[in-house]
């Protein structure tokens, strides 16, 4: 697939100085670009990059995406804040890197009610938002007198949403799906007719029946979350509404395999992402190369509605990557590299309820990681007796047939060490991978002597940027981090029995 590369950033908006009421009317300085545009934004749970038709996967079959990509733009390097359901929603839906959301950083917790968030802000601005199924969470809202993605539409859907909007104002709603989040039907996919034999297998994973039929069961709800795209589109196609729609499809962390969600690895921080918008896209097809980041897209749906962006937010508009006509790099400097981190997915540590912290710098040559935490488990204890949360099991894993194979399988031979090793045994406080030579991120060259300069710069440059977005890992207080409350479960030990933790 060509690959094309814009050159300087074209003229997009005068600065904007709106107030937050209801049907501003879109007043960019640029008249070409049209007026406020609607916003479908679909989300899967735990789709990663690159399982889509159009990134070149020979069994995965996802024509909606591709459909997407093609009539609007792909992005090759798009990345979540946190490889972990609610921090990166939290991310997503307030523009700002989740290290800065004190609870929100942390999976199965909450949200202040005083951080903005882009749909009630398009609310406020004369939006009809609404969403389906899972886009916060998991966690609590209890102190929350709307939610934060507006109305819920599970009973009916999108359709049901269209329904009710009369069309005399713009719309922008999140759809959510379960698909592909674990459990899956064992041997869904290759009943399904996948071929197993012709997955492209992450190389963090041994090459057992076993593990190619849960890849292809994963593969099963890809396609089926695809389906649910599809007719959304032919929703809007029925309304004459495509071409006024700014298409958003992505998922919010990797896949639910071992090394991949919970890791700030590429398979569990890259995510897939196209971009449709048939009014305001002027060069449909393009692949793009330019970071981006999960904290870049509300500052993108609050500038599109001429809605003023928060000072708070740490993400970057994309408005000038979508309107450009020039191929290539269109921010070179500003999109060459991209931040992601962890904090608390599960408590899956023994004897304390900390999680894994992690920061982390990617940029096209190299992925340098900082472990905060090196003496805990980066996947979970497998000492599952003294867990702190009972029978916890390799806790930031989710259970699932490659999970019990490779532990099943640890001593089998070399390999199954190695692999069992890189997926769960602890890490140590920095990581450097040279993508260029190692795209799966499997050789550490932190220790390497010829790699030290390397590792000082992009170390540096790190600590730089969580300084300046205030990160209590580098500024104080990360404390909190471990200590605000839990308000899920963990994956168990298969041994676990309800009631024996008492």
């Given at each position: 697939?060509?690959?094309?590369?814009?050159?300087l950033?074209?003229?997009?908006?005068?600065?904007?100085?709106?107030s937050?009421?209801?049907a501003?009317?879109?007043?960019g300085c640029?008249?070409?670009l049209?007026?406020?545009?609607?916003?479908?934004f679909?989300i899967?749970?735990?789709?990663g990059?690159?399982?889509?038709g159009?990134?070149g996967?020979?069994?995965?079959?996802?024509?909606?995406?591709?459909r997407?990509?093609?009539?609007?733009?792909?992005?090759?390097?798009?990345y979540?804040?946190?490889?972990?359901?609610?921090?990166?929603?939290?991310?997503l839906l307030?523009g700002?890197y989740h290290?800065r959301l004190g609870?929100?950083a942390?999976?199965?917790?909450?949200l202040?009610?005083?951080?903005?968030?882009f749909?009630i802000m398009?609310?406020?601005?004369?939006?009809?938002i609404g969403h389906?199924r899972?886009?916060?969470g998991?966690?609590k809202?209890?102190?929350?007198d709307?939610?934060?993605?507006g109305?819920?539409y599970?009973?009916?859907?999108f359709?049901?949403f269209l329904?009710?909007w009369?069309g005399?104002?713009?719309?922008c709603?999140l759809?959510?799906s379960?698909?592909?989040?674990?459990?899956?039907?064992?041997g869904?996919?290759?009943t399904?007719?996948m071929d197993p034999?012709?997955?492209?297998?992450?190389?963090?994973?041994?090459?057992a029946?076993?593990?190619?039929?849960d890849?292809?069961?994963?593969?099963y709800e890809?396609?089926?979350?695809?389906?649910?795209?599809a007719?959304?589109?032919?929703?809007?196609?029925?309304?004459?509404?495509?071409?006024?729609?700014?298409?958003?499809?992505?998922?919010d962390?990797?896949?639910?395999f071992?090394r991949?969600?919970a890791?700030?690895?590429?398979?569990?921080?890259?995510?897939?992402?196209?971009?449709?918008w048939?009014k305001g896209?002027?060069?449909?097809?393009?692949?793009?190369?330019?970071?981006?980041?999960f904290?870049?897209?509300?500052?993108?749906f609050?500038?599109?509605?001429g809605?003023?962006?928060?000072?708070?937010v740490?993400?970057?508009?994309?408005?000038?990557?979508?309107?450009?006509?020039i191929?290539?790099l269109?921010?070179r400097?500003?999109?060459s590299?991209v931040?992601h981190?962890?904090?608390?997915?599960?408590?899956?540590q023994e004897?304390?309820?900390?999680?894994?912290?992690?920061?982390?710098?990617?940029?096209?040559?190299?992925l340098?990681?900082?472990?905060?935490?090196?003496?805990r488990?980066?996947s979970?204890?497998p000492?599952?007796?003294?867990a702190?949360?009972?029978?916890c099991?390799?806790g930031d894993?989710?259970n699932?047939?490659t999970?019990?194979?490779?532990?099943?399988n640890q001593d089998r031979d070399?390999?199954?060490?190695?692999?069992?090793d890189?997926a769960?045994?602890?890490?140590?406080?920095?990581?450097l991978?040279d993508?260029r030579?190692?795209?799966?991120?499997l050789?550490?060259?932190?220790?390497?002597?010829?790699?030290?300069?390397v590792?000082?710069?992009?170390?540096?440059?790190l600590?730089?940027?969580?300084?300046a977005?205030n990160d209590?890992r580098?500024t104080?207080?990360?404390e909190?981090?471990d200590?605000?409350?839990?308000?899920?479960?963990?994956?168990?030990?298969?041994?676990?029995?309800?009631g024996?933790e008492k």
């Open positions: 697939m060509k690959s094309h590369r814009p050159s950033r074209s003229s997009l908006f005068c600065l904007f100085r709106l937050l009421v209801p501003i009317l879109f007043t640029n008249r070409s049209p007026e406020r545009p609607n916003i479908l679909a899967a749970d735990d789709w990059w690159p399982h889509a159009i990134y996967d020979p069994v995965v079959q996802t024509p909606a995406f591709d997407v990509a093609e009539e609007g733009v792909l992005l090759n390097h798009a979540v804040s946190a490889p972990s359901c609610t921090p990166s929603r939290n991310a307030t700002q290290w609870h929100g942390n999976l199965w917790s909450t202040d009610t005083s951080t903005p968030v749909p398009l609310e406020d601005a004369g939006y009809k389906y899972k886009i916060w998991p966690g809202l209890d102190q929350w709307r939610h934060p993605a109305k819920n599970d009973e009916g859907g359709a049901a329904d009710e009369t005399d104002r713009p719309f709603f759809l959510g379960s698909d592909p989040h674990r459990p899956y039907k064992e869904s996919g290759v399904s007719g034999g012709k997955i492209r297998l992450f190389e963090c994973f041994p090459d029946p076993e593990v190619r039929s890849v292809a069961d994963y593969y890809v396609q089926r979350f695809d389906t649910l795209v007719e959304a589109i032919r929703l809007l196609e029925l309304r004459g509404e495509l071409d006024n729609t700014i298409i958003v499809v992505t998922g962390n990797g896949m639910p071992p991949c969600k890791n700030n690895y590429d398979a569990g921080v890259r995510m897939p992402m196209a971009i449709r048939g896209i002027r060069h449909p097809g393009r692949v793009l190369d330019d970071f981006v980041s904290t870049d897209l509300a500052p993108t609050l500038e599109l509605a809605v003023e962006v928060p000072g708070v740490t993400g970057k508009s994309m408005t000038g990557l979508l309107t450009s006509r191929d290539g269109v921010e400097e500003n999109r590299f931040l981190g962890k904090e608390r997915h599960v408590p899956g004897k304390h309820m900390g999680g894994y912290p992690v920061r982390a710098i990617r940029n096209h040559d190299f340098y990681i900082r472990n905060f935490e090196p003496g488990w980066p979970g204890t000492n599952y007796l003294n702190a949360i009972p029978y099991w390799l894993c989710d699932g047939p999970k019990t194979y490779m532990v099943e070399e390999q199954h060490r190695i692999l069992y890189l769960f045994g602890k890490r140590p406080a920095e990581e991978y993508c030579n190692d795209p799966a991120q050789v550490n060259l932190a220790g390497d002597p010829e790699y030290a300069e590792k000082e710069k992009l170390a540096a440059q600590m730089e940027k969580l300084t977005t209590p580098v104080g207080g990360w909190k981090f200590a605000y409350p839990y308000y899920g479960m963990g994956p168990r030990h298969p041994s676990y029995r309800p024996e």
